[in-house]
């Protein structure tokens, strides 16, 4: 079932992870903990949401997870411009 946007948008702290990789684009697991100020077990729960909806990728290089902005999809097109009048 595909994801729904009240998954991805439905809490302040899935707002902030969206700005940051608005940002940013490619982020750290360990920069994303220190500028979101949640438990590790709902930011992994975001981060496996905003995956499944292909919102972002993640790679592990040497052990640390990265997650890129999927520049490809075009629902991150229409973030930006949602996020850009804020």
Known sequence: MPIQIEEILGSKNKIKLIKL???????????????????????????????????????????????ELNQENPKVKLLRELFKEW
């Open 21 to 67: 990789f608005l940002e940013h684009e490619i982020v750290p697991l360990s920069y994303i903990r220190k500028r979101i100020n949640i438990n590790y077990r709902d930011l992994k729960s975001y981060l496996s949401n905003l995956i499944r909806a292909e919102i972002i990728k993640e790679y592990d290089a040497d052990g640390i997870k990265i997650y």
